[in-house]
């Protein structure tokens, strides 16, 4: 059945594969984005839809103002559902409360009290938080298994540490937010959030150079522009891995599937090792074999996690890429990009 949905932040790198398998799946979308040059680029990827009118945009400059949503949750035909994926992901910044805290925490409340207020057919809002919302940074047993359960204990004082510590709180805060507000607000939408870790995946938005990609797959870029050629490819700093596509079923189907509401997912593939990324790069690209570098410090090393996502398998039905499947498409998508 074809929902009227509202997306935020649509030219993400997550937003732009949700946006496409919402069209896809039929739906009509209303995307936001923070300039009329980002609705351009993407009305240019997705001119068929926009020629149907099965897609159109909300311009919304800073998500963290006050009312920043109130006009975009407005529609005729009214909304039915909302993914709201708009919140910053990086680590270039010295103000973590002003560059991260405050977009994330202020964005997601302020578009639950707009719906809330001004969009009643609205019955579904999914949020994209993050595995930075589970995953305790000091570290668990070896062997521990995360889920949908665990939530990351940052204080709001660590938060403003550094700009890791910033991030992962942003989600963290924005998360816990949005599940207060609907059990106190009691609204007539339930709440669904998608907890992703590391996403790879194929860059389907323009990019006009490769400075510019999203932050999850940086390591891909800088591995075949050489960086690790002289020193090696390091251990990773995440345990775990999605690829975007995958993603992007799980945003739609927690919209879509009626059980799904009031649910965590914990999204992802499994494990992963900076050493198998790099042996695929050096398997499936021969120009890139020489600028991989040493592998024998990017194992797993001891001591890690382990996960549960059988709930994104049995609620959301995601069946989940490989490994070599996801750093393959990704790395093919990156060869066309401008250094």
């Not at 909302?82 to 910044?93: D, E, Q, R």
């Not at 339930?190 to 999203?214: C, E, R, W």
């Not at 879509?256 to 050493?275: I, L, M, P, Q």
């Not at 090393?301 to 490994?323: A, C, H, W």
């Amino acid at each position: 059945m074809p929902y009227r949905t509202l997306l935020t932040g649509g030219s993400g790198f997550i937003a732009t594969h949700i946006l496409e398998t919402l069209l896809k799946s039929g739906h009509s979308v209303v995307t936001t984005v923070r300039s009329q040059e980002k609705a351009d680029r993407i009305q240019s990827a997705f001119s068929q839809y926009v020629d149907s009118n099965s897609l159109s945009f909300a311009i919304v400059p800073d998500i963290a103002a006050a009312g920043a949503f109130d006009a975009a949750v407005v529609s005729d035909p009214p909304f039915d559902l909302v993914l709201h994926t708009a919140s910053p992901f990086h680590f270039n910044t010295k103000d973590s409360q002003k560059d991260l805290l405050d977009p994330a925490i202020n964005g997601t409340t302020g578009i639950l009290k707009a719906i809330a207020k001004s969009a009643p057919h609205v019955k579904r809002v999914v949020i994209t938080s993050s595995f930075a919302a589970i995953v305790d940074a000091a570290g668990k047993p070896a062997g521990y298994v995360y889920s949908e359960k665990d939530w990351n204990p940052i204080t709001a004082e660590q938060a403003v540490a550094n700009a890791g510590f910033g991030y992962r709180a942003s989600k963290t805060f924005a998360e816990r937010a949005a599940w207060e507000f609907v059990a106190k607000e009691k609204p007539g939408f339930d709440l669904v959030t998608i907890n992703p870790p590391l996403v790879f995946g194929p860059v389907i938005h323009h990019l006009s150079s490769l400075s510019s990609l999203n932050t999850s797959n940086e390591l891909l870029r800088d591995i075949i522009q050489g960086k690790y050629q002289a020193e090696g490819l390091p251990r990773a700093g995440v345990f775990f891995w999605v690829d975007v596509r995958d993603l992007a079923d799980a945003h739609v189907h927690a919209a879509e599937r009626k059980e799904a509401g009031g649910k965590r997912f914990f999204v992802t593939a499994g494990d992963y090792s900076n050493e198998e990324v790099g042996r695929i790069v050096q398997e499936n690209f021969s120009e890139y074999k020489d600028k991989v570098g040493d592998l024998s410090k990017a194992g797993y090393g001891e001591g890690r996690p382990k996960f549960d996502n059988k709930q994104s398998l049995e609620v959301l039905g995601i069946k989940y890429r490989t490994l070599e499947e996801s750093i393959v498409d990704t790395v093919k998508s990156l060869k066309d990009i401008p250094a």
